[in-house]
T-cell receptor
Framework: DTGVSQDPRHKITKRGQNVTFRCDPI?????LYWYRQTLGQGPEFLTY????????KSRLLSDRFSAERPKGSFSTLEIQRTEQGDSAMYLC?????????????FGPGTRLTVT | AQSVSQHNHHVILSEAASLELGCNYS??????LFWYVQYPGQHLQLLLK??????LVKGIKGFEAEFIKSKFSFNLRKPSVQWSDTAEYFC???????????FGSGTRLSIRP
């Protein structure tokens, strides 16, 4: 499968714990995006990378959230001191850095439950 | 700021019925428009997209959408739905100068066999 992959698919954690998610984009896609989706809503943009550079961050991304893409390939999203409001599906997407870059390919998501 | 409105939260149809899902966006300039679909247990997939040119775009599985600039709309249509079309459908907009996609809240489509 050459699509976007995410790990883990499900994560249950206790409030106050730190969690880290990983996203592997489609090979050679140099843009990588993180979105969050809560029940009954569409995905909401969190942040995006062009290669290893983080170029935009949403106001939704509080200081407890940090994302990295150190080598311009896979990316990690870390949430520190999780809160119940962080429970959501975290989606990763990637796109090629060309004219078609506006078409984003989504991974299966990581479902986070904070108890 | 751009926003997308999908007024139908849940649509229930019988097989072979015609489908039209509404989508309106708010942005006065040039936009790219998308419909994504999420089948039960699967990830978001692109159904169709509009960047420029013919405002009537055709996507996969017999779906089409029409961009009406004067109405800021991009409604999704299918002449005859099948049970396998049961899914959640998201309309989305992207401003060419930006990278993020703004999604609507989605429409859940249930098809009665």
């Amino acid at each position: 499968d050459t699509g976007v992959s995410q790990d883990p698919r499900h994560k249950i954690t206790k409030r106050g714990q730190n969690v880290t998610f990983r996203c592997d984009p489609i090979s050679e896609h140099n843009r990588l995006y993180w979105y969050r989706q809560t029940l009954g809503q569409g995905p909401e943009f969190l942040t995006y990378f062009q290669n290893e550079a983080q170029l935009e961050k949403s106001r939704l991304l509080s200081d407890r959230f940090s994302a990295e893409r150190p080598k311009g390939s896979f990316s990690t999203l870390e949430i520190q001191r999780t809160e119940q409001g962080d429970s959501a599906m975290y989606l990763c997407a990637s796109s090629p850095g060309a004219a078609s870059s506006y078409e984003q390919y989504f991974g299966p998501g990581t479902r986070l439950t904070v108890t | 700021a751009q926003s997308v409105s999908q007024h139908n939260h849940h649509v229930i149809l019988s097989e072979a019925a015609s489908l039209e899902l509404g989508c309106n966006y708010s942005y006065g300039g040039t936009v790219n428009l998308f419909w994504y679909v999420q089948y039960p247990g699967q990830h978001l997939q692109l159904l169709l997209k509009y960047f420029s040119g013919d405002p009537l775009v055709k996507g996969i599985k017999g779906f089409e959408a029409e961009f009406i600039k004067s109405k800021f709309s991009f409604n999704l249509r299918k002449p005859s739905v099948q049970w396998s079309d049961t899914a959640e459908y998201f309309c989305a907009v992207n401003v060419p100068s930006a990278s993020k996609i703004i999604f609507g809240s989605g429409t859940r489509l249930s098809i009665r066999p």
